[in-house]
């Protein structure tokens, strides 16, 4: 039978089989090798150099991007031609986890293989590509990505900064300014948008970091992150060559979006590994610390923090993962119908716009959730910066603006959604439309399979059914108001953030068990409780939203329907998760 190929935003209206989805309990040799490349290279080169590194050291943080460089890490997924090994997004994805837990180190990491790199991958020329990728593959440059301006945040096509073209044709005259540029000290290739002429939107431009006229500002002082360079960059008169325009003139808005696209999921996957990393320092801590005579893990209170820092991250690693097959998936359709590698790797991301969106809230929620608890676990000792769950806490921060904040990648979820259902990408508002036709006339509470999974698809499909019942309702009475009703559609945003990681969750957890997982009952005790908690969610978000645009006989109805379609049995919430906490205990380590 011929697979059928997940499209972005369908997991509104396609049921998955779990046969279907990709789990971290399948990476193979090869790249759980690359994976412990990515861990042995942070417990030698970065972990030791931690307080170095957040002192910034003078040259230190190039040196190690260089160092990485040196053992392939930043060429993982770039095209063997270029000097990479042209790896899965899946593959670079896991190497992105692992350097996770790198704090600054991290930071500069990605903004070096992601926005600084993938650019010129992705858009550029082929003489760009054979110029440039091998030495960013190899380390010999390093990569910044110059988009934001002083007046021009999350509306980037607001930026003022101007190229014009000299006399002669041979170069665009630059200038204008750029702020809270990662990597902004020490980057030896920046891609800078800036206007062209009278041109409205952005063009995309590659300048060498030693260019005349280029000067910057000193470090930012932040309240985390303070390893990474991010600094002000102003451009008088910089000539840049006019074969450094990348793509099209007026090309770069296109350009800035795709690459923030795919900078968004990848953050949904970079987080992980600090969040793996805070519950190792919280359970090393409890089985350590002893007060009323007792370890600190033997308190439930104590475990049920240390539970729900588990079931998150991994409800989180579950999405990931699932997303990432996916575009793997398209990408090779993509390579098979003629498309560059570049190409066809940024058009497969762009398709999963909605996912991407919503992987980077959840990640950066989950993350700023665990290192939080982390903190109380570790009581006064957390607010110590002795302790390495201080640096965490503080680093986590950032994670909700870099990327877009997460409040406007909550309204793009939703108005990409709405674009896709206008467009009939997929079909979001006729399963709608059957949704609302059912909401009419549902009266009962429906007849719970008693298979354990199947059960588990049922909640889960409710879920779904809830969140097209308010998406389609919404819609239909607010018409073109809806993007003006931004708590609304960010009540939405919430029904599918908890809608994709349960099911993204239940159908790893399905797979698990078909393969045999010795430990499957644990792993039904996460979905047990994510799910139970996330009906709820679910149902207080879609109420929130109705209440506010319907009322009468109308809010009656189709609050009695969404409490039909998020009904699910009592489950024993306690339990389960002193069960997780326990094995997390005796292992004393991140083991799920």
């Known amino acids: 039978m011929e697979k059928h190929l997940v499209t972005g935003g369908e997991f509104l209206v396609h049921d998955s089989d779990y046969k279907e989805v990709f789990i971290p309990e399948e990476f193979d040799e090869e790249q759980r090798m690359i994976g412990e490349t990515c861990k042995d290279f942070l417990e030698t080169d970065i972990i030791p150099n931690l307080d170095k590194i957040d002192a910034q050291e003078e040259g230190l943080m190039g040196e190690l991007l260089s160092k990485a460089g040196e053992l392939g890490l930043l060429g993982i997924s770039l095209p063997e031609e270029y000097d990479g090994f042209g ?26 293989i992601g926005i600084g790199s993938c650019p010129i991958a992705y858009f550029g020329s082929e003489e760009q590509k054979e110029k ?13 990505y110059c988009l934001t301006e002083p007046n021009a945040g999350s509306d980037a096509n ?15 005259i630059l200038n204008g300014q750029k702020m809270w540029i990662t990597n902004g000290g020490f980057a030896e290739l920046l891609t800078v948008f800036a206007k062209v002429d009278n041109v409205r939107v952005l063009s995309a431009f590659i300048v060498e970091g030693n260019s005349e006229g280029i000067t910057t500002n000193p470090e930012e002082k932040k309240m985390g992150i303070k390893g990474s360079s991010t600094r002000q960059i102003f451009f008088n008169d910089v000539k840049i060559p006019v074969e450094n325009m990348i793509g099209c003139r007026g090309g770069g808005f296109r350009i800035a979006l795709d690459i923030l696209h795919m900078g968004r999921i990848k953050l949904g996957g970079i987080v992980l590994g600090a969040e793996k990393q805070a519950i190792v320092q919280s359970v090393n801590y409890a089985n350590e610390r002893k007060q009323f005579g007792s370890f600190l893990s033997a308190f439930p209170a104590i475990k049920h923090k240390l539970a729900e820092q588990v079931i998150r991250t991994f409800t989180n690693e579950s999405a990931v993962f699932r997303a990432c097959k996916n575009i ?14 570049g190409k066809a790797e940024i058009r497969a991301i762009s398709q999963f716009s909605i996912e991407a969106a919503l992987l980077k809230v959840y990640g950066s929620e989950v993350l700023d959730f665990v290192v939080d608890e982390g903190v109380q676990i570790h009581g006064g000792m957390g607010f110590s ?7 965490g806490y503080r680093d986590s921060r950032i994670n909700r603006i870099f990327e877009g904040t997460n409040e406007i990648n909550r309204l793009l979820t939703i ?8 467009r009939k990408e997929v079909d979001i508002l006729i399963k709608a439309e059957e949704v609302l036709q059912e909401a009419e006339t549902i009266k009962t509470y429906p007849e719970v399979s008693p298979d354990y999974f199947e059960a588990k698809k049922q909640y889960v499909n409710g879920i ?29 945003a919430d029904m599918m953030l908890q809608l994709y990681a349960a099911e993204s969750s239940v159908l790893r957890v399905q797979k ?81």
Do not use: W
């Open 87 to 112: 790896q899965s997004f899946t593959t670079a994805m896991l190497a992105n986890e692992k350097i996770g837990a790198g704090y600054s180190f991290s930071v500069a990491y990605s903004a070096h």
């Open 512 to 592: 698990q068990a078909d393969m045999n997982n010795v430990n499957i009952d644990l792993y039904k005790d996460m979905i047990d409780v994510f799910v139970y908690d996330a009906v709820a969610s679910v149902r207080k978000s879609g109420m929130d939203a109705m209440v506010s645009f319907l009322e009468g006989e109308q809010l009656e109805q189709f609050s009695k329907a969404l409490e039909i379609f998020t009904h699910i049995k009592p489950v024993n919430v306690k339990d389960a998760r002193r069960r997780i906490a326990d094995k997390l205990i005796e292992e004393n380590n991140y083991c799920f």
């Open 464 to 492: 779904k059914k809830a969140t097209l019942l308010v998406l389609g309702i919404a819609h239909k009475v607010l018409q073109k108001q809806l993007v003006k009703e931004q708590e609304i559609m960010m009540n939405i």
């Open 385 to 391: 910066a002795e302790t390495p769950i201080e640096r």
């Open 328 to 341: 793997d998936d398209l990408r090779e359709e993509n390579i098979a119908k003629g498309m560059d590698h």
């Open 132 to 144: 440039y990728l091998p030495k960013l593959a190899t380390g010999e440059l390093s990569a910044a």
């Open 415 to 422: 108005d990409n959604v709405l674009k896709k259902a206008l």
């Open 158 to 172: 607001a930026g003022t900064t101007k190229a014009v073209l000299s006399e002669d044709g041979k170069h665009y």
